[in-house]
Nanobody, 125 residues
């Protein structure tokens, strides 16, 4: 089992940047790690995924070229760097871990076994 704790959420203005983190215990080793988000009144959606060895990443089209997922295996931490933030990026952001291969897990939340509690990101215009 793995426990996930997100941090770094907050409020930023339109066009701003923010990096959120997810610390895994005991380790991210052998897990595909993903970031998901849920805006008020909307379903949770997958936005970025990284394979256990960081060789592969997958992004949702709406965040491609603005968000970057990365991980530091030594710190058991996954990051989501978010640039050019828009009000529509406002959501609770969740970190998740999957035991499936990256190509199988993808952005499908049903393939993720473990979830963090979420961190709020608010973008104001």
């Amino acid at each position: 089992d793995v426990q996930l704790v997100e941090s770094g959420g907050g409020s930023v203005q339109d066009g701003g940047s923010l990096t959120i983190s997810c610390e895994a215990s005991p380790s991210t080793y052998e897990y595909v790690m993903g970031w998901f988000r849920q805006a008020p009144g909307k379903e949770r959606e997958g936005i970025a995924v990284i394979s256990s060895g960081s060789a592969y990443t997958i992004y949702r089209d709406s965040v491609k070229d603005r968000f970057t997922i990365s991980q530091d295996n030594g710190k058991n931490t996954v990051y989501l760097q978010m640039n050019s933030l828009k009000p529509e990026d406002t959501a609770v952001y969740y970190c998740a871990a999957s035991s499936f291969f990256c190509s199988v897990a993808g952005l499908s939340q049903s393939k993720y076994n473990y979830w963090g509690q979420g961190t709020q990101v608010t973008v104001s215009s």
